[in-house]
């Protein structure tokens, strides 16, 4: 799997994707600086977890007219795969790659902890190694994470299989205290329409590894490399 990792001022989490990547497929991926205007030949594209721009604007919205993104859409709509995490979910719907926006968290205030997430949806690329139904453990730390579209989007991505996963608790069971953020119908994570690119609230590269305190996210990893190796 050749995969690259955009990098604007502000992402923090570039070297934890890097490092889950490489461990996964056993490739060190490209790092890409936000002003680059080309993009490697690659099979990934990922836009890291951080604060681009320090979110002065708007959460991802400074990021998205950065010159890299033009390539990004450019590889998106050739059915490239793109992977958004957090802030990266923030970029790609300011981008216009993915429907909906995100919002401050309903509490007003940053949460960084340990959720759990329920597979909404089979893929053979971003879900590969898990099961439909099946509860994960996965880390959030956000302040802008609370998704939010209006009724009819809600409607088409439930309807059309582009709810990825949604938060819950252990059991799988959803509820308002499962939901860290406030996010319209639990939403953790939603595809767009060719189902080639997915946000991603939480953090699974921090959770590829044990000695991180879980080793829910490396599947998430290692499915990309089996699938796209």
Wanted: charge should be negative.
């Amino acid at each position: 799997m050749k995969a690259a990792v955009v990098v604007f001022p502000g992402s923090n989490c570039e070297r934890d994707v890097r490092v889950a990547l490489a461990k996964s497929s056993g490739r060190d991926p490209h790092m890409v600086w936000h002003t680059e205007t080309e993009l490697p030949d690659v099979d990934l594209i990922v836009i890291p977890g951080g604060f681009a721009y320090g979110d002065y604007l708007r959460a991802g919205a400074m990021a998205a007219r950065s010159p890299v993104m033009r390539a990004v859409v450019d590889e998106a709509k050739r059915g490239t795969a793109v992977l958004g995490i957090c802030n990266g979910f923030q970029v790609l719907t300011e981008s216009g790659l993915l429907p909906g926006a995100l919002m401050r968290n309903a509490g007003l205030r940053y949460v960084c902890r340990f959720v759990h997430l329920r597979v909404e949806t089979e893929h053979p690329l971003f879900t590969r190694r898990y099961r439909v139904g099946e509860t994960i453990r996965i880390p959030v730390a956000h302040h802008d994470g609370n998704y939010f579209a209006d009724p009819e989007t809600l409607r088409r991505l439930d309807g059309e299989g582009r709810i990825a996963f949604r938060y819950c608790h252990s059991d799988g069971a959803r509820g308002e205290s499962a939901n860290p953020n406030g996010s319209a119908d639990d939403i953790a994570g939603t595809y767009n329409e060719e189902r080639n690119v997915l946000g991603l609230m939480p953090h699974p590269e921090r959770a590829a590894d044990p000695l991180l305190g879980g080793n829910d996210g490396r599947p998430f990893f290692d499915g990309l490399a089996e699938a796209l190796g």
